[in-house]
Structure formats: C-alpha cells, structure tokens
Nanobody
C-alpha cells in the first residue's frame, strides 16, 4: 500500500507563489506516475499536472507557464511550484499516484487547501 501526504498549502495574495510537496511512503516502489489534481467548491476535480517516472510532464492548459511539477525519485516526492497565482486557483489540491503499470490513479492524498485572495 502507498500513502501520500501533501503539505505546503495556505493563504496567498494574487500574484504570489506557493510550493506544494507530496511525499510517498509504504510500497512507493510500485509508483509510476505522480500528479496533482484540484477541486474547487462546486466544481469537479481536475488534473493540474502529472509527471511519470521518466520525468515526462503534462499540464492542464490553464496552468501552463505558471505551474511547474517536478519529482525527486530518490525521495519519493513530487512538487508543484505555483507562480502568478490567481483567485480562481483557490481549491483543495490533491496528490495522486498510479501503480507500477501507470494505468489509473490508484492512490490519493488527503488534500491541502490553497486559497488565493484578490
């Protein structure tokens, strides 16, 4: 089993930056891709960014150029650097990970709140 623990959320003014961290523990050797999702009140959960074990990244269009996902495989940790934050980025951000085959997000963290004030 894999456990994901997020940290780094908080309150920031528009235009500011935050860095989210997600640490994997347990059977972390079975992880292939890791990613970040977010869910704002009244909205569906959406993909923010993902990165596979080889370092290939994917971003939602609205996050390209502002957010950067990175990964430290030795530490089983994934990061999300968020710059130029906007009030519409306010959401609970969840860390997710696939199993070894990279099919489907099997593991989820508990989420961390990001609030961007205008």
């Amino acid at each position: 089993q894999v456990q994901l623990v997020e940290s780094g959320g908080g309150l920031v003014q528009a235009g500011g930056s935050l860095r989210l961290t997600c640490a994997a523990s347990g059977s972390s050797f079975s992880i292939n891709a890791m990613g970040w999702y977010r869910q704002a009140p009244g909205k569906q959960r959406e993909l923010v960014a993902a990165i596979n074990s080889g370092g290939i990244t994917d971003y939602a269009d609205s996050m390209k150029g502002r957010f950067t996902i990175s990964r430290d495989n030795a530490k089983n940790t994934v990061y999300l650097q968020m710059n130029s934050l906007k009030p519409e980025d306010t959401a609970v951000y969840y860390c997710a990970a696939t199993g070894a085959k990279g099919i489907g997000w099997e593991y989820w963290g508990q989420g961390t709140q990001v609030t961007v004030s205008s």
